[in-house]
């Protein structure tokens, strides 16, 4: 149980990066729509990497599967609390390919993460 703790409160890191970044580089967002996407996209990536370095050394366990886990829960945490606090989207298709696609970078990355520490090239 704590385990997953940790993963829900690294998720929430990720997204608290993330969005409080892009609450500060909103005026960019008005001049140049494709550097704030790119800047917003850098920080998710970032931030994920971080804290998923953090994570796969301190408390990995090595179960099949737990990459994916927590990449599949840090994306749920994401787009929910973008979706929520972050869209400007009425339905949530429209939020997901205009806002949330960045998202499943994710479960690629922390999946990555995850084999590369099982075959130890770390």
Known sequence: MKKFLIIVFFGLL????????????????????VLFQSVIFLILVVSAVFFLVIYFRK?????AGEGLLV???????????????????????????????PFVSVPILSCGFDLIVKRKVW
Not at 25 to 31: C, I, S, Y
Not at 59 to 63: A, L, M, R, T
């Open 71 to 101: 990449g599949l829960v840090w994306f749920g945490i994401c787009i929910l609390l973008e979706w929520l606090f972050g869209s400007r989207e009425p339905g949530f298709g429209q939020f997901f390919l205009n806002q949330g696609l």
């Open 14 to 33: 990720v997204w608290v990066i993330h969005f409080g970044i892009s609450m500060l580089a909103e005026p960019l967002k008005e001049t140049n729509p």
């Open 59 to 63: 408390f990995f366990s090595g179960f």
